[in-house]
T-cell receptor
Framework: KQEVTQIPAALSVPEGENLVLNCSFTDSAIYNLQWFRQDPGKGLTSLLLIQSSQREQTSGRLNASLDKSSGRSTLYIAASQPGDSATYLCAVYSSASKIIFGSGTRLSIRP | EADIYQTPRYLVIGTGKKITLECSQTMGHDKMYWYQQDPGMELHLIHYSYGVNSTEKGDLSSESTVSRIRTEHFPLTLESARPSHTSQYLC????????????FGSGTQLSVL
């Protein structure tokens, strides 16, 4: 059974720092991994989707990497801003066509 | 930009009422999903559909029902709401195939008194 873990559960950093969020999964037989951000009380906004054949995807200040063999994905945020404060979730698409979400990392950027 | 809409955005109702949460998407996606999320907690899949007249229960047991009569519409119904149903309900859709990027609506925050 696929399990998805995001550590740490919460992270606070000063504005301007580069930071890395982690997502681990137990079954390497995945075909997509997607990163989202969620603002309090809102829906999820898609940030990046990495297909299993890809190693990374970039969008602006965001870079997501995927290492299936080690069961890890990272989301790198460059030059963090207060507007980046949100909860970041990863979702793993397993080979059984199930999508499993991590519990998220709550990120706070201090001005 | 995602074109998936949920109404109402907020709903406060009394115990025993029947309610329907609406979800519509204009992207022509075959796959649609309903998730339940409590504050600060994980998303749990309660229903999904792979196309018209196709509905399946998800991983989390739910007393709700869904229907998929049209591709763009995937409503969720609670026949008799209870306080335990208080939660946020999120609707999502995706394409078929390898690029199954999920798009989410803004959610419905349901409070049952």
């Amino acid at each position: 059974k696929q399990e998805v873990t995001q550590i740490p559960a919460a992270l606070s950093v000063p504005e301007g720092e580069n930071l890395v969020l982690n997502c681990s999964f137990t079954d390497s037989a995945i075909y997509n991994l997607q990163w989202f951000r969620q603002d309090p009380g809102k829906g999820l906004t898609s940030l990046l989707l990495i297909q299993s054949s890809q190693r990374e995807q970039t969008s602006g200040r965001l870079n997501a990497s995927l290492d299936k063999s080690s069961g890890r994905s990272t989301l790198y945020i460059a030059a963090s801003q207060p507007g980046d404060s949100a909860t970041y979730l990863c979702a793993v698409y397993s080979s059984a066509s199930k999508i499993i979400f991590g519990s998220g990392t709550r990120l706070s950027i201090r001005p | 930009e995602a074109d998936i809409y949920q109404t109402p955005r907020y709903l406060v109702i009394g115990t025993g009422k029947k309610i329907t949460l609406e979800c519509s998407q204009t992207m022509g996606h075959d796959k649609m999903y309903w998730y339940q999320q409590d504050p600060g907690m994980e998303l749990h899949l309660i229903h999904y559909s792979y196309g018209v007249n196709s509905t399946e229960k998800g991983d989390l047991s739910s007393e709700s029902t869904v229907s998929r009569i049209r591709t763009e519409h995937f409503p969720l119904t609670l026949e008799s709401a209870r306080p335990s149903h208080t939660s946020q309900y999120l609707c999502a859709s995706s394409e078929q195939g390898s690029n199954e990027k999920l798009f989410f609506g803004s959610g419905t925050q349901l409070s049952v008194l």
